[in-house]
């Protein structure tokens, strides 16, 4: 495949292991905003390692935006959707219903926004 193909450089960072994941639990957040730790306690199996290398490299790609909480005691993170983050839900979605049509049988899971998800 071309290496200037758009799906080609997109999925370069999007399709990785939790990178996905990690957009949806941001978008359940109130105001599209977790902190790392909030991130580690919905996603499970995740490590620390990978979670940070994810999301510094969705940071990088104008995904999500972060913001360092100097007056919480540590210290702490917290990860925002930004705009395009916040359009990706729609693929996310898409993703869902896809599978559900072909793949999945999860008729509860249809049933839900992904918001309310319980992955």
């Known amino acids: 495949m071309d290496e200037h193909c758009t799906v080609n450089m997109t999925v370069g960072y999007l399709a ?33 390692k990978v979670l940070s290398e994810r999301l510094h490299e969705l940071e990088r790609e104008g995904i999500i935006t972060r913001k360092i909480i100097t007056t919480a005691v540590p210290v702490r993170s917290e990860y925002t959707l930004t705009e395009a983050g916040v359009e990706l839900i729609s693929v996310i979605r898409d993703i869902k219903y896809w599978a559900l049509k072909w793949k999945v049988d999860n008729l509860p899971c249809g049933k839900q926004e992904c918001k309310n998800c319980k992955l």
């Open 16 to 48: 990785k292991k939790w990178t996905l994941l990690i957009i949806l639990e941001l978008y359940k957040g109130e105001n599209y905003t977790r902190s790392f730790s909030g991130l580690r306690v919905h996603i499970r199996g995740i490590t620390p």
